[in-house]
């Protein structure tokens, strides 16, 4: 809360001193004997309300611990002299009290910051305390050391986890979408279990049953009529489950026609096998050829920036695509993600609210050959409607930008994400254009996709603009009827 505190400038010479009320004659031994009695009253008075006056502190003596102001305008600063020892060995600078009331600061934090001034170390570790907490609590490294949770990050990914699932069976019953939805590394795994565990599988079973008729057992017996024929083992029987349900057919191995079993097997197999291949080689082509992938391309500027356009404030970022493909219907959404308190007294966490980004009049839906420029003009239907850039500091919310279309390449449709946070959104500032015409053709440069430039804006809010303006055409408009009715001639 220190940073609300006026800072104290880091050369105090530069200023001139405080006005000072003229000092009465006195004798310096009574000087020398007060000056002890004026400092320990000066901080025993910090606590108490100061009078909104100056008091009269030793004249020439500048204390590094205590901020000194500015001149107001139109008087001279006095140029600062040397301190004296013998006149005013350690006085204390006082100034009016409302260069410390600030009515936003609470009650708790007002208390520490005067139970904190009323300790007297010494002026060079005060003013280096001072210094270094007002660096902390400034409001630049306040947002730097914040760790903010985003509800969506840059890259367009949900920081959203579900937990305390009850129904997991449902997941079961889509399962295509199951695995098309797991990551590569657990993807690849139930790729190649589903296939293994079927080989194993049924080679189990083919294994069994050329021990129960007794084909192992009578192996190199031309008179034995075998069901499996060159099966002597588990790992010859794997071979076999492999070669049928693969159809490779080395041909020292395979089914006879002297038991029924081993033909519905090996038609079984083959079923399995058959679905395993289309669902696997599906999942696997689906899952390389997710549009997700093609929002890689389509990006979306670091910083939102607030400028007048047309006379009205707008809120305004940057999309552009990086292929030269282009997205077909091409619609571009958003959403501001922040949590607000009913007049009931019910908080609704994370409330999204829609962004009008043109869709009554069709600006929303995008050409995107070249990146375009989105605004969102701040009217009596927008969230930041009565938001200054003052409140926009002291706001937490997020904006959540969605960009869907249709790939021309494979016709599939693309959803790309990113989102804005109160402390990315620069007022005052404008885009630079990143289109040229070279050799008849428009050259985009991307290198200047990210660059703004300051423009003179008004700090305050859409709300008071056009309060002021009402106010002012009302004004105009009356002093035109005054003029009217004075210009009109006189009846006879």
């Not at 492999?242 to 490779?248: A, G, N, P, Y």
């Not at 979306?300 to 282009?326: A, P, Q, W």
């Not at 930041?384 to 409140?391: G, L, P, Q, Y």
Request: hydrophobic letters at 35%; one cysteine or more; glycine letters at 6%.
């Amino acid at each position: 809360m220190l940073a609300y505190l006026p800072r104290p400038p880091t050369d105090t010479s530069r200023y001139g001193t405080f006005p000072q009320k003229p000092e009465l004659p006195a004798a310096p031994g009574a000087l020398a004997e007060d000056g002890w009695q004026q400092v320990s009253a000066a901080t025993a008075k910090r606590s108490a309300p100061m009078p909104n006056y100056p008091s009269p502190p030793c004249r020439g003596s500048i204390n590094p611990s205590e901020p000194s102001l500015l001149p107001s305008h139109g008087s001279l600063a006095a140029p600062p002299r040397p301190s004296d020892p013998s006149r005013c060995p350690s006085a204390a600078r006082w100034y009016p009290l409302h260069a410390l009331s600030v009515p936003n600061i609470p009650s708790s934090s007002r208390g520490k910051t005067l139970a904190r001034s009323t300790a007297t170390p010494s002026p060079e570790g005060l003013q280096s305390r001072r210094c270094k907490l007002l660096e902390e609590d400034s409001p630049v490294v306040q947002a730097s050391k914040r760790q903010r949770q985003r509800y969506v990050t840059k890259v367009g990914k949900c920081q959203v986890n579900l937990g305390n699932i009850q129904e997991k069976k449902r997941f079961l019953s889509d399962i295509f979408t199951t695995i098309v939805d797991l990551k590569y590394r657990w993807f690849l795994f139930v790729f190649m279990m589903c296939y293994i565990v079927t080989w194993v599988a049924f080679g189990t079973v083919y294994f069994f049953d050329a021990w129960a008729r007794g084909d192992i057992e009578h192996r190199g017996d031309p008179q034995w009529q075998a069901c499996i024929e060159n099966v002597d083992g588990f790992i010859s029987a794997l071979l076999f489950s492999v070669e049928s349900q693969r159809t490779i057919g080395y041909g020292s191995r395979m089914v006879t026609a002297n038991c029924a079993e081993g033909v519905i097997l090996l038609m079984a197999q083959s079923i399995v096998g058959s679905m395993i291949d289309a669902l696997m080689v599906g999942c696997m082509f689906v899952k390389i050829s997710r549009p997700k992938k093609r929002a890689q391309t389509l990006i979306f500027s670091k910083n939102c920036v607030i400028s007048r356009r047309d006379e009205k404030l707008c809120l305004m970022f940057r999309v552009g695509d990086l292929r030269e493909s282009h997205m077909v219907d091409a619609k571009i959404r958003a959403k501001l993600i922040k949590s607000r308190q009913t007049a009931e007294g019910e908080f609704i966490p994370l409330e999204q609210s829609e962004l009008n980004l043109g869709y009554d009049t069709g600006e929303d839906r995008l050409f995107l050959v070249e990146p375009q420029i989105i605004c969102h003009v701040i009217n009596r239907r927008s969230p930041f409607w009565d938001m200054s850039a003052e409140s926009l500091r002291r706001e937490q919310f997020e904006i959540i930008i969605i960009l869907e279309g249709i790939v021309e390449a494979t016709g599939m449709t693309c959803q790309a994400r990113t989102s804005y946070t109160e402390d990315e959104i620069l007022w005052g500032y404008r885009f630079e254009p990143c289109m040229s015409l070279e050799k008849g053709a428009f050259q985009v440069d991307y290198s200047r996709f990210e660059m703004t430039f300051e423009v003179q804006t008004p700090a305050a809010s859409a709300k008071e603009l056009q309060e002021l303006k009402e106010l002012e055409q009302q004004e105009h408009s009356t002093l035109s009827l005054y003029w009217d009715h004075l210009l009109q001639p006189c009846a006879p």
